[in-house]
Every structure is written in C-alpha cells, then in structure tokens.
Antibody
Framework: QVQLVESGGDLVKPGGSLRLSCAASGFRFSDHFMTWIRQPPGKGLEWISY????????YHADSVKDRFTISRDNDKKSLYLQMNSLRVEDTAVYYC??????????WGQGTLVTVSS | DVVMTQSPLSLPVTLGQPASISCRSS???????????LSWFQQRPGQSPRRLIY???NRDSRVPDRFSGSGSGSDFTLKISRVEAEDVAVYYC??????????FGGGTKVEIK
C-alpha cells in the first residue's frame, strides 16, 4: 500500500535551517508530482511547495519563496524540503503528499517543525 | 489568487441526522479541459487528512456512500446523509484548477450535539 513517511522535524531557533525528508513506497514515485503542505498548531492547511515528476518544474508559495527549496531523488524514492531563514510563523506540522489529477491522493503522517528561541 | 471560503466554521449535528458544508471559490473552478478540480478532505482528531471526494462528486474508494459532493462553477457542497460518531472531524475543500497554487478552505469542524 502507499506509504509516505516524513522525518527531520525538530526544534530550531529563528534564522536557523532544517531539512525535511519524505520516504515513499507502494506507488511509482517517479511518475508523480509531489507536494509539501503544512498545518500550524490548531489551524488549517497551507500548500507550500510542489515539484514535477522529473524535478524540472518547481513552485513555492509566496510565504516560503526564496527561503524553502523542494527537491527529489527518484532513485531513492524520496522528497525533500530544505528550509532556511526559519521564522516563528513557520512552526507547523509538515506533510508530504502526492499529487494526482490536480488533487492530493495520499498524505504522510507529518513531521513537526517548531521555530522558537 | 483563488480564495476558498467554507461555511459554517462549526457544525453541531445530532447522530443520524444530515450535515451539509458549503465551499465557495472566488473564481470559477471549471478548467479549460472541462474538469472541475474541487476536492474534499477529512481530518479526524490527531490524524493526517484523507481525501473523500475529488472532481466535485467522485467518491474515493473505502469512503462510505453517506458522503456526497455536488456543485459547479464556484459553489460546492459536501453532504453527509446520516452523521455517525466516526465522522467527527474537520473537513476541508481544496481547489486544484488554478495552478501553481493549491488552495484550501479554512475548514469546517463537525461535532456531535
């Protein structure tokens, strides 16, 4: 069955960096657009980044543009999110998800990023 | 950017009674390919979201048939025909028509009266 397992969440100080990973299994990873979505504690969902199946098309939401970078390694069936210049407002659970038919098929369990001094 | 507005924010429902959630978009979600990319997600307490409905009215496998989606253009509805205890959750609509953004509604919390 489809599994998406995020890792890398941690407590980090404002201005710091963190790299999230997402290990995929149970589907043809290299065929799918992938995305990161976040959810601040007690709040709603916010799409932040996606990447095409080959990695040649990338988009980031304005809220993270120039600070976050999405990437993937199809050989390792893994998705990544490099987060730099972290702010308190980036505190959230970060979900990895696959995109199919302009919708989201499956979600990971999420990894918590806390930005605090 | 497309704005997705859900109502109500909170929906207390008696077990066995119907529930209805509205989702409105600031622009039409009809894509030039003829499809309307409006999805609904359920997020139970402490869990990740899971998709219930895609392209307005297509139910995902293993989703009970008491859930149904309808609508067109910029006005959409998720209905639960008879609410059960396991339906307590926050429900989100999401548009996938206007790339590069995927936009979510603010969520509707369904709870039991």
């Amino acid at each position: 069955q489809v599994q998406l397992v995020e890792s890398g969440g941690d407590l980090v100080k404002p201005g710091g960096s963190l790299r999230l990973s997402c290990a995929a299994s149970g589907f043809r990873f290299s065929d799918h657009f992938m995305t990161w979505i976040r959810q601040p504690p007690g709040k709603g969902l916010e799409w932040i980044s996606y990447i095409s199946s080959s990695g040649d098309i990338i988009y980031h939401a304005d809220s993270v543009k120039d600070r976050f970078t999405i990437s993937r390694d199809n050989d390792k069936k893994s998705l990544y999110l490099q987060m730099n210049s972290l702010r308190v407002e980036d505190t959230a659970v970060y979900y990895c998800a696959n995109v199919a038919g302009s919708s989201i098929d499956y979600w990971g369990q999420g990894t918590l990023v806390t930005v605090s001094s | 950017d497309v704005v997705m507005t859900q109502s109500p924010l909170s929906l207390p429902v008696t077990l066995g009674q119907p529930a209805s959630i509205s989702c409105r978009s600031s622009q039409s979600l009809l894509h030039s390919d003829g499809n309307t990319y409006l999805s609904w997600f359920q997020q139970r307490p402490g869990q990740s979201p899971r998709r219930l409905i895609y392209k307005v009215s297509n139910r995902d496998s293993r989703v009970p048939d008491r859930f149904s989606g309808s609508g067109s253009g910029s006005d959409f509805t998720l209905k639960i025909s008879r609410v059960e205890a396991e339906d307590v959750a926050v429900y989100y609509c999401m548009q996938g028509t206007h790339w590069p953004s995927l936009t979510f509604g603010g969520g509707t919390k369904v709870e039991i009266k």
